[in-house]
């Protein structure tokens, strides 16, 4: 039985499969937190988050690295850890740090550090000519209106060192520009109390489908688990709002996707990770939007399980431990599986929904989750808005999305106006 230390977490579907991996697995964890309330606010009412079901509970400032490091080599000493892990992105590299730091297995801290900071992803995958935008990293405002000449309207401003979508927004004019930037720039400080780097990414806008790449690497050999395929709205936003795997592609799209994440892998030497690249699928070919050097988010990694048997989220304990992850693929009756996202039009208090009744009985349906009446709801241009998702999965020709699409069209949120 392995001992894990687990560095902070998502709230989201990770903080819970992640923990149900390790436990799975036989072995135990304990957390290590700098506000342990920030998960005791987002359990449901009346049961306890499975975080909290941790051999032990630390708290210790986490956004502090330099400390963290010889603290936590002292838990190490009484502790004895086998591995060290986390499912947030702003931890990511604070965790390599401390597994080289301790002689535990893990990841490269530089090349997580490279494939967690945008611009870091981009000057490297250039430099290895690993097809990407054209793009530009600007320290100001002055800087981003030459460059955005320079590149040519439309294209998409992304902060360097966010996730989930947030702040990424198309722009087709100077004016929109400014009010992206501006928007960005106040908003210093993220979600864990870490500063912002105030540099933008700008990049020219790519046009096509967009899938990812679901990839897990050891032993210097990336894996390939398979390609899911995206569905994005929110315009001017990037708000995902479904995804099916696998993706519906042919052949030689699917190969072009994959060649070109195992490329990007490669150029930014990741290894000893399960890794999420989001690829698109342009007429000049298959560019690079970004690389994820931890487990797909929106519950990707539940959607490959249901097809395959493959458990992303195991995989990823197995690693931090120095095992070899089960990857084989198992007969599980999908061929197919989708989840679709109910994304806020209105803004107020979620009063309930009309069109569910018969949702629960429903063929074909793997997961529902709907936001509780009262839940105040926000357009929030992220994936982080979410008031609820439908999966399903589909067996022979029949495709998964279209299922969900059916079961999620009589479904409407009722949101009174604040």
Known sequence: ?????????????????????????????????????????????????????????????????????????????????D?????????????????GHLGLPGASAEAVGRACRKDATRRTL?????????????????????????????????????????????VDDEEQLAAAHHALAAF??????????????????????????????????????????????????????????PAGLGREAARGAVETAVAALDALGLDQVVAHTEIKLTAAGPRVVEVNPRPAGNRITELVRHVTGIDLAAACVDLALGGTPDLERRSTGLDSAAIGFLVPQDEGVLEGFEGTEKLTEAAGLLELQLADPGARVRNTGSNNGYLGHVMAGASGPDSARDRVAELLAPVRPKVAAR
């Open 1 to 81: 039985m392995g001992h894990l230390l687990m560095v902070e977490s998502w709230v989201g579907a990770m903080s819970r499969l992640l923990p149900r991996a390790i436990r799975e697995s036989g072995h135990q964890f304990t957390f290590l937190t700098r506000d342990v309330h920030h998960y005791l606010r987002s359990a449901p009412e009346g049961t306890a988050h499975p975080l909290l079901g941790a051999r032990h509970i630390v708290t210790a400032d986490t956004n502090d690295t330099p400390t963290l490091l010889p603290h936590v080599a002292r838990l190490h000493e009484v502790f004895g850890f």
């Open 83 to 99: 591995g060290v892990l986390t499912s947030c992105d702003y931890y990511l590299p604070a965790v390599a740090r401390l597994a």
């Open 126 to 170: 250039r430099a290895a000519g690993v097809p990407g935008p054209r793009f530009a990293v600007c320290e100001d405002w002055a800087a981003a209106t030459v460059a955005a000449r320079e590149i040519g309207y439309p294209l998409v401003l992304k902060p360097v060192d966010l996730c989930a979508g947030m702040y990424v927004r198309r």
């Open 188 to 245: 210093p400080v993220n979600a864990r109390g870490q500063l912002r780097s105030p540099a933008v990414l700008l990049e020219e806008l790519l046009d096509g489908p967009e899938v990812s790449v679901e990839t897990v690497s050891y032993g210097g050999t990336h894996h390939v688990v398979g390609v899911t395929d995206k569905s994005v709205g929110g315009a001017p936003a990037f708000v995902e709002t479904g995804h099916m795997f």
